[in-house]
């Protein structure tokens, strides 16, 4: 058991070294050599725990994948009112997910998607559980009488993360400003929940503001 506690212990680390390489100097950047060098170890020992470059990246993007649901579903606190966790879920998913690297960690690997099987099924799994906190929150809301869906809560709720996936790529582009994103969601999901723009808008930006450093 030691033993197995202290490969997973490396194996953590050099996960850990891949996010700061990519975060740092992009995905391209994240080679083995480099992700070794970042972990104070030797390619070849790297190779010891992992058996090739494709896995220490899906590590290194699953584990971003679960720090940002983690977020998320801190966000998503029952006691609060539908409205209140919406807006909390939105700030959490958009501009106050900025406050790390885990965002630009899962932009930079992104388009492995499209090519390796395991960076699909965690694409997959994230984008599947960011619908299904929405769709709580969303079933929630109708239920007590603070939302009017004009859609199916599964589509809203899709579309409102393909909504933010899109814009947070643009403002880790600087194509867009934080402002930009949260007032486009919050025009969005107001628009599809029969919200007033106004009040999620104060709520999303309240949320943001008790979250500041």
Do not use: C
């Not at 050599?33 to 190779?47: D, F, Q, S």
């Not at 869906?149 to 993360?161: G, Q, S």
Request: hydrophobic content about 45%.
């Amino acid at each position: 058991m030691a033993n197995l506690s202290k490969r997973e212990g490396r194996r953590r680390e050099i996960a850990a070294a891949a996010q700061a390489v990519a975060a740092r100097d992009g995905a391209e950047a994240a080679t083995l050599r480099a992700i070794a060098a970042e972990a104070g170890m030797a390619p070849n020992a790297v190779l010891y725990y992992y058996g090739s470059l494709a896995e220490i990246t899906a590590a290194a993007v699953h584990a971003s994948s679960a720090r940002f649901l983690t977020r998320l579903s801190e966000a998503a606190d029952t006691g609060m009112s539908p409205t209140v966790r919406l807006a909390a879920v939105i700030s959490a998913g958009t501009t106050a997910g900025l406050e790390d690297d885990a965002f630009r960690i899962l932009y930079e690997y992104w388009t492995h998607s499209l090519r390796d099987a395991e960076h699909r099924r965690i694409q997959e799994e994230l984008t599947r559980t960011q619908q299904l906190i929405y769709e709580r929150i969303i079933a929630d809301g109708t239920q007590a009488g603070e939302f009017f869906p004009v859609l199916e809560p599964a589509k809203i709720a899709r579309t409102l993360v393909a909504q933010e996936d899109g814009l947070v790529m643009d403002v880790l582009a600087g194509t867009a400003s934080s402002d930009d994103v949260l007032d486009l969601v919050a025009s969005l999901a107001s628009a599809l929940l029969g919200l007033d723009r106004n009040t999620l808008l104060d709520h999303i930006i309240s949320r943001n503001f008790s979250n500041a450093p």
